[in-house]
């Protein structure tokens, strides 16, 4: 009678997902613990990679050779290409799918999103989020087609972008009256439209697409209003959703929608579970700034959040309480933002010069909730500084409150 062998690896520290979040957390891991075995399972056959470069510095110059994440020199191994299947807390294992049996001491998980999906899109359409994603598209520059962006929000503002300063047909379409119009006032999302056409994009708002047909070898993005656009190619940028099924499958609390729906972790990064943490794009976290539970999908959160959760995995015992910014170039125009930029609260914007350089202010019963800084650098911290004072500001007192002169 034969019996089966089974492999089991143990390492001292297991992370699931092979992102931002996972290589910050590996040198998180060896800044506390210089000896601890650390595993990264990932299911892309890539090692960790700058993914803002995806839709930003690769266009404009930097070299794909310069987009990979510092780790470890030792300690680490790399299972790429293959994906954790179940999680078994219990017995502190995870299975994977080509069936090899993980063994940790401690789990973290970095599952990050999948892109939403259209269902009525063809299956040619790219959901922009990774590095193959990013070849799909070099692929498609200088055969002088057009390429259909659905999307006005953060990805598909920088793609179109990126393509148009790269010679490309980018046609924008996507429900909303401008580009960005979730996050910006109305007034500068509609600048924003008119600015993108005066860079060659094709702009047309106010349309939701509801179907996509196939037309003389190329694609019919067809609008609820019965309006159709013609395009070569598709590509959706129209968010993500969490990964947390594996989680959810192991008994690990997952957090209601309002709370952004992620893996719900505490200011440590601890799930519910014993030994198991998460980090990144799939965790909601409780942030003191501003009193509200968030999940953020952006590079510095990833990054610093990541890196806490190592540190914390062996040993610290300082909370997560990091504000996280993110940033955009959109042409020769970019900004940076801080905390709650929600175009449904009051906004007060602060013009040094209408929409090309200035500061934002988003309001909640007179209290700063979230601040943009757009072309204005420097001022991060002042930003967060006058979120956290939680002051009650009259428009006439922010007029000249940012920026603050050093």
């Keep these: 009678m034969h019996h089966l062998e089974v492999v089991m690896d143990f390492f001292h520290y297991l992370i699931i997902g092979g ?15 210089p000896t601890g075995s ?50 078994e807390p219990s017995r502190k294992q995870v299975t994977t799918a080509s069936g090899a049996t993980l063994v940790y001491q401690k789990l973290l998980l970095a599952t990050g999103g999948t892109p939403r999906k259209l269902p009525f899109a063809p299956p040619e359409t790219v959901y ?17 087609r057009r390429i259909g962006i659905i999307g006005g929000g953060f990805i598909g503002s920088e793609i179109a972008a990126a393509l148009a300063l790269n010679g490309e047909k980018a046609v924008m379409v996507f429900p909303e009256v401008g580009i960005g119009a979730r996050l910006f006032p109305a007034g500068l999302a ?26 003389d070898g190329s694609f019919v993005l067809m609008a609820k209003d019965g309006q159709e656009v013609m395009v070569d190619h598709i590509v959706a940028g129209i968010g993500i959703r969490p990964n947390t099924a594996l989680a959810q499958s192991a008994g690990i609390e997952i957090a209601r929608p309002e709370q952004g729906g992620g ?20 965790a909601s976290f409780y942030e003191p700034a501003l009193g509200r539970w968030t999940r953020v999908e952006h590079e510095d959160n990833a990054v610093s959040m990541g890196k806490h959760a190592g540190s914390v995995m062996a040993g610290s015992t300082a909370p997560y309480t990091h504000q996280s910014f993110f940033f955009s170039d959109l042409f020769d125009l970019g900004y940076e933002a801080v905390g709650e930029v929600d175009s449904r609260l009051e906004t007060y914007a602060a013009w040094v010069e209408p929409y090309r350089q200035g500061v934002v202010y ?41 920026p603050v002169k050093a």
């Design 19 to 33: 992102g931002m979040t996972a290589a910050a957390a590996a040198l998180g891991i060896r800044e506390n613990d």
């Design 38 to 87: 650390i595993a990264i399972l990932s299911d892309e056959s890539h090692r960790p990679y700058d993914r803002p470069d995806l839709s930003k510095k690769l266009w404009t110059g930097k070299s794909e050779d310069k987009i990979w994440r510092k780790l470890p020199a030792e300690g680490l191994t790399l299972r790429l290409g293959d994906a954790a299947a179940v999680i």
């Design 128 to 144: 922009f989020r990774t590095l193959d994603d990013y070849r799909a598209l070099r692929a498609w520059q200088g055969q002088g």
């Design 362 to 402: 988003y309001l909640k019963d007179q209290l700063v909730r979230g601040v943009l800084l757009w072309n204005t650098w420097g001022q991060l911290q002042p930003a967060r500084d006058l979120i956290a004072a939680a002051q009650p500001l009259t428009p006439a007192q922010l007029k000249r409150r940012l």
């Design 190 to 215: 509609t600048f924003l439209n008119d600015y993108y056409r005066q860079k060659g994009v094709d702009v047309l708002p106010g349309l939701e697409i509801e179907a996509i047909d196939r037309r």
């Design 263 to 282: 893996i719900l972790v505490d200011d440590h990064l601890r799930t519910n579970l014993p030994d198991i943490y998460a980090a990144g794009d799939v």
